[in-house]
């Protein structure tokens, strides 16, 4: 493993820059009517992908017939096939990274990490239909988590998590706790998919608003008045690995410096969860000791040694799982 906690925080980050998110307004049947141009949106919106569409949502209610593990083990087995068929440059990108990741690691835990990823894959697509039968069951073994909804009632909390095992049944493990959480999300290419976890997200009761610059004054708000966030620290965007660093320069380009800006401005608790898969549907909630941010001399002035610090924590679980991470097919670059 990369030891990131030792790189010099005087390093000149860069920062991230603030994008706003506007949701498509997507074309209604009464379009379709119309006629004439505003037809042709309708059929330039809505014919693309449509028989993919269709399948992904029939699949989705058709799993939800089965028992959850015959759905997971049929996900893990179409991710096992498909990924090295119809994935090849991903995959090679999964093997260069786990050499990165894991620079000690033999050629026959590179191959074992990298089927575990198609695996993970695989269940993690399948597991929305049956999300809550997961999240509900006996199936999940809570590790550190004594205390957590009673230190919710104190003072705001930022949840961060780790997309390891299944990050939707790490949300709602904490709803499930009696918890009020919100998050912001960035949609899925695929309508059908968006479709789905939109679905799940507000069935389950996860609060949720519109990632970038329109994220953040109503999350501020949240916390001001006592409540919780779930920020996801590790990240993927646009195909490049931002977070963890794994040997790269600190960079501001991350959630970690949204997080200690947040939480120092709102006193709020730092709190980092994760999911682990134990083995086919079998699953641990992990909750690792709170993080209370060092005081600073002034407002910024220790926000990349707060990052690093955060990276820190983040960066060993990531090591540690690699094959179950999701995001381990981006790429990592300098940023």
Partial sequence: ????????????????????????????????????????????????DALSNAGEILMFFAFKLLPAKVVSEIGGALGRFAVPRW?????????????????????????????EFADSQGRQRAEYSVLQRLAAGRNIRFVGTKGLAAQCSD??????????????????????????????????????????????RRHGGLGLLPPGRSYVRPALRILQSGGNLLIYCDEGFGGIMRAPFFGRRPHLQSNYALVSRMARKTGALIQPVYLTRDG???????????????????????????????????????????GQWFFLDNRIVPL
């Fill in 1 to 48: 493993m990369t030891e990131t906690g030792d790189v010099p925080p005087t390093a000149s980050p860069t920062k991230r820059k603030a994008w706003l998110y506007r949701e498509t307004d997507a074309p209604t049947i009464g379009d379709f009517f119309a006629g004439g141009e505003t037809r042709q949106r309708f059929l330039d919106f809505w014919r693309p």
């Fill in 87 to 115: 994935h090849k440059k991903a995959l090679s990108r999964v093997r260069n990274n786990l050499r990165v990741i894991r620079p000690n690691a033999s050629e026959a835990e590179i191959d074992r990490w990298a089927e």
């Fill in 155 to 200: 003072r705001p909390v930022i949840f961060i998590g780790f997309h390891t095992g299944n990050l939707e049944i790490l949300w709602q493990c904490l709803i499930n706790m009696g918890l009020t959480v919100t998050t912001n999300y960035d949609p899925p290419k695929r309508r059908s998919h968006q479709w789905i976890t939109d679905r799940i």
């Fill in 280 to 322: 086919g549907t079998r699953f641990t909630f992990h909750a690792l000791p709170p993080i209370d941010l060092p005081p600073e001399d002034s407002p910024g002035s220790r926000l990349v040694e707060d990052v690093v610090l955060l990276n820190s924590v983040v960066e060993p679980i990531i090591a540690a799982h690699p």
